[in-house]
């Protein structure tokens, strides 16, 4: 941390762009932490902001309801055909915290008491919280916490992997190899509660994207081995990865989904976690049965927000944006070469609108660069200079675009991500 003696401060932000107090700007290569959506003072989302608060800034959900949280309840069911109920809450670590809680006590509810259990893939990323850190644990970030997180049965993730001298094992091979672990503990042990994973990729654990059917197998495991299957969606779903409810185009129905980040198209802090009927019904009784949910949150459907989030999917329709970014994403694909080529670049993974790209010693041993100073804090300043806002994981650069970047600004992105690169090669 004391590598960062100042920081550019951000005074406004307009469509792609950010502009300091100095009277600098910058391209939101990350989406402000992948959130953002329609690029910033989107003006429809900002009147929608203005408009509820004259109304109802904020009411609880305790023992009461209000018109934005009801509308958007239906809303989100509808996206989600399968799905019953809404659990509303205010970011994505709490919303697995809630999907973590929902699952354990829907044993307990239906009176299966060994049912303790929670099975994960390595590297998957979860959260920040301890419930969210122990089922996302990636080391990098949580080994300090280690002795207090509560354990977990965890699974490889497929990924090209190194099984000799100069032999490599597929995606698809060690995707099978994965699945068979993953199958042959969930046939043999009854005490698996629910197994959580990501929808579609690993964001954080460096865009690690699953093969063909990956998703879908382990949903099958799952729903045979009498297993909860629980999703994130809070970084992948709502187009970032090109399809409006991820988990649908993985052709894998949850028990249980979490979202976040673009529900408001990243104006303001939202989550949701959506239940199916069994789990919803398995609360259902009376007081002395005690089978509610005890999770208290404040701001639990907050007006503005689910107002918010209402008008965000209403724009999503409007713009036709996923066939939007259907097509805007084939910019990445048709400028990986260009990435490939230069010296430090190793492995790129690319789906949607997400690209990370592996910043390497040798092209040839794929050994991580390093530095003395942190990766995140070259990248970030070399960035600036091409006028791009950075923010790396490890030695990963990260280029997560608010959705509904044009053409040529993300041409501009990959540009400024090239030139970065050049210049970190000259200086290291």
């Known amino acids: 941390m004391s590598e960062w003696t100042s920081f550019p401060e951000i005074v406004s932000a307009k469509g792609m762009w950010l502009y300091d ?7 939101d290569g990350v989406a402000s932490m992948w959130c953002n959506v329609w690029g910033h003072s989107k003006s429809e989302l900002v009147s929608e902001i203005i408009k509820q608060t004259k109304i109802l800034q904020h009411t609880p959900l305790f023992n009461l309801t209000h018109p934005s949280a009801e509308k958007l309840s239906k809303k989100l069911l509808q996206l989600n055909p399968k799905m019953k109920s809404v659990f509303f809450s205010d970011n994505g670590s709490t919303a697995m915290e809630i999907a973590i809680k929902i699952a354990l006590q829907y044993w307990r509810n239906v009176g299966e008491n060994k049912k303790t259990n929670v099975a994960t893939l390595e590297n998957g990323y979860h959260g920040d919280t301890f419930g969210a850190m122990s089922v996302g644990y990636v080391p990098e970030f949580f080994s300090k916490f280690r002795s207090k997180l509560f354990s977990t049965i965890q699974f490889p993730v497929p990924r090209t992997v190194i099984i000799g001298s100069n032999t490599k094992k597929s995606s698809k091979e060690y995707a099978e190899y994965c699945l068979s672990k993953i199958e042959d503990k969930l046939e043999k042990d009854n005490s ?9 990729a690993q964001m954080a654990g460096g865009v690690i994207i699953y093969p063909k059917n990956f998703q879908k197998r382990i949903s099958q495991i799952c729903k045979k081995n009498d297993v909860l299957f629980v999703l994130d969606e809070i970084a992948t779903g709502f187009g ?14 949850p028990d249980i989904v979490s979202f976040g980040k673009m529900l408001t198209g990243g104006y303001q802090t939202f989550a949701a976690t959506l239940t199916t009927k069994k789990i919803n019904d398995s609360f259902l009784g009376e007081f002395s049965q005690f089978k509610h949910l005890f999770h208290g949150h404040t701001y639990t459907g907050n ?6 989030s209402l008008k965000n999917l209403e724009l999503y329709k ?5 066939e939007k970014i259907q097509k805007t994403s084939k910019i990445f694909k048709d400028r990986l070469d260009d990435i490939s080529n230069l010296d430090l670049v190793g492995e790129i993974r690319h789906q949607g609108m997400v690209m990370g790209i592996e910043l390497v010693q040798n092209k040839n041993s794929n050994k991580p660069l390093s530095s003395n100073i942190s990766i995140n804090k070259l990248v970030f300043e ?3 200079k091409h006028q791009i806002y950075f923010r790396t994981l ?7 675009p608010p959705l509904d970047i044009s ?8 540009d400024g991500t090239i030139s970065t690169i050049k210049s970190l090669s000259r200086k290291l």
């Open 407 to 414: 053409q040529k600004d993300l041409n501009f992105l990959i």
């Open 394 to 400: 490890g030695n990963i650069i990260m280029l997560v």
């Open 318 to 322: 409007k713009y036709h944006l996923i």
């Open 21 to 27: 107090s100095k009277g600098g700007k910058m391209l």
């Open 382 to 384: 070399e960035g600036r």
């Open 192 to 200: 698996i509660a629910a197994f959580v994973m990501e929808s579609g």
């Open 303 to 308: 007006p503005t927000a689910a107002a918010l």
């Open 240 to 253: 970032r990865l090109g399809s409006m409810i991820e988990y649908q185009s993985q052709n894998s129905t």
